[in-house]
């Protein structure tokens, strides 16, 4: 055996040596983080965006807008804003349906009757008369009923 008993220890081995993090490691780090932060508000920005855009919900805002207008004013801005609905869903050829053809296709847009045989009428039939505006609210609360996606 040997004399000095240390001479059998067999040499220390340290871990691999790991890299160093630099300065600028990091600061790159920050500013891919910051660029992800960046898209994902701008993916959120634009989704609610995009959500603000339906055409449903647009004419239902224009509905109610136009409920402020006085009753002959009113009814026109309605017409428009149905016309304006109508063109986005169904194309502008549907939109340019006149009289009760216009109707009729308000009625299959909207799955109901009430523009040819209801209230809806004074769309067609009010517009162009001098006194043809409905003195009551009929008309509004169809086209919100409509718009809101409920039917009856």
């Known amino acids: 055996m040997a004399d000095d ?3 059998l220890l067999r040499p220390v081995r340290w871990p691999a040596a790991t890299p160093v993090v630099s300065a600028s490691d990091l ?3 920050a500013v891919v983080g910051v660029l992800a932060a960046c898209l994902v508000v701008a993916l959120v920005v634009a ?8 055409p449903r919900r647009e004419a239902l805002a224009r509905v109610k807008a ?4 006085p009753p002959d004013e009113r009814l026109a801005a309605e017409a ?3 016309r304006s609905y109508v063109a986005r869903v169904r194309g502008p050829g549907e939109a340019q349906a006149e009289g ?5 296709t308000l009625d ?15 769309l067609a039939d009010g517009l162009y008369r001098p006194d043809g ?11 919100m009923r409509v718009l809101a996606g409920t039917r009856g």
Request: hydrophobic residues 50%.
């Open 80 to 82: 428009a804003a149905l």
């Open 66 to 69: 136009a409920a402020l207008l």
């Open 100 to 104: 009760e053809e216009w109707l009729q």
């Open 133 to 143: 505006a409905p003195k009551d609210d009929a008309v509004d609360r169809l086209l």
């Open 5 to 7: 008993p240390l001479a």
């Open 27 to 29: 600061i790159e780090a």
């Open 108 to 122: 299959r847009v909207f799955a109901t009757t009430a523009f040819t045989t209801g209230p809806g009428r004074a």
């Open 47 to 54: 989704f609610r965006q995009r959500r603000g855009t339906h």
